[in-house]
């Protein structure tokens, strides 16, 4: 009798074996063979999809045959992770196996997609750039009605999109990347201007936003723009023109040509800082952070004037007209070398000329 139960259990023993290792050939062979696939695919997973239809819509695409497509349902339901699979867009690429594939599902690994905005795009460039994108959904199709879109209807969209690069999952719409941008510069400008030095020229944080996007267009060498800050915060509280080029390119628009004559600079525009004191009405560009904060902290000083230096892709500074005079002679004259040694031959003290 005992040996019966021996052979019984032997042979029990046997079966449940030969089961469990057939069990295991099948998942390590359905589950763990890559997909059969000559080429990277991508797959949609709508909202509120069931791990069943996942798997019924990739049997559709060849993706998966049905015995692994049922073999891959069952086994994430009894690991309880069928209900976790997530929406969106899935990258299958050649080599992956239906396994790596339900945990990038059960992740929610989804694809990305970015844009970027680099500081000091005006408005029109960062709505160019939107409407390029091939994976953005576009909704926007007037001007005049984004703003109201966004649900700001009264405020002008210059300067309020943050400077950044945004990440995005297919089917984001126009509207939902401004909105995050907007939110971006809303917040990087309300801490920044709780921060801010005493004393500014400045009564609210849409001013600084103003005079940062003009600091952001003046220069790219971030060492500059506290100094160049410090240059037009001294003139604002001078009551001076800011006479500064960049807000009359705006003003300029299309008609700009890469130069600015005096014809221009005599233009009737708010943004002609040549005529008009003060700030003009709406940035002119999206600053970043560096901007913001030079003109929330600018340099202090003297100097109330600057030029560029030619190429070098840095600007003279200067506390006084006459020394502004000679260093715009030899910075912006240069052809014209005799008339700047007559001019600094009259003017051994200026600094410009000695440099």
């Known amino acids: 009798m005992l040996r019966i139960l021996l052979f019984l259990f032997l042979f029990i023993t046997l079966v449940v074996s030969t089961i469990a290792g057939g069990g295991y050939w099948v998942y390590k062979n359905k589950l763990h063979m890559p997909i059969a696939l000559s080429e990277d695919v991508h797959h949609m997973v709508e909202p509120n999809t069931t791990l069943r239809t996942v798997a019924i819509n990739l049997m559709d695409k060849k993706l998966l045959n049905y015995p692994t497509a049922l073999l891959w349902v069952n086994l994430a339901r009894w690991q309880k992770k069928a209900h976790k699979i997530k929406a969106g867009e899935y990258l299958i690429n050649v080599g992956i196996t239906p396994q790596q594939l339900l945990d990038k599902m059960i992740a929610g690994k989804t694809v990305k997609y970015k844009l970027t905005i680099p500081e000091g795009w005006n408005f029109k460039q960062v709505l160019a750039a939107i409407r390029k994108h091939p994976k953005l959904i576009q909704t926007l199709d007037d001007n005049d009605t984004i703003m109201a879109k966004l649900g700001f209807a009264n405020q002008h969209p210059e300067g309020r999109f943050y400077p950044d690069t ?85 003003a300029l628009s299309e008609a700009y040509d890469g130069k600015i004559y005096k014809r221009d600079l005599r233009i009737d525009s708010p943004y002609n800082t040549y005529r008009y004191k003060g700030l003009p009405p709406t940035p002119i560009a999206m600053p970043g952070i560096a901007a913001i904060e030079a003109a929330l902290h600018p340099s202090e000083g003297t100097t109330l004037y600057f030029v560029a230096k030619g190429n070098q892709g840095y600007h003279y500074f200067s506390s006084n007209l006459k020394e502004h005079d000679c260093a715009v002679i030899k910075y912006l004259l240069t052809k014209h070398s005799s008339s700047y040694k007559r001019w600094c031959r009259k003017r051994p003290s200026c600094q410009a000329c000695r440099s």
């Not at 941008?181 to 004393?199: E, V």
């Not at 790219?220 to 001078?238: N, Q």
């Open 166 to 250: 945004y990440i995005f999952t297919s089917k984001t719409t126009d509207v939902a990347l401004l909105k995050r941008a907007y939110k971006m510069m809303q917040s990087k400008l309300a801490a920044a201007w709780k921060k801010r030095d005493d004393n500014l020229p400045l009564k609210t944080p849409y001013q600084a936003l103003i005079l940062a996007s003009i600091i952001e267009k003046e220069t790219a060498a971030a060492v500059e723009r506290p100094l160049i800050g410090g240059v037009f915060t001294r003139r604002l509280k001078k009551g001076m023109l800011l006479q500064t080029d960049p807000t009359v390119i705006y």
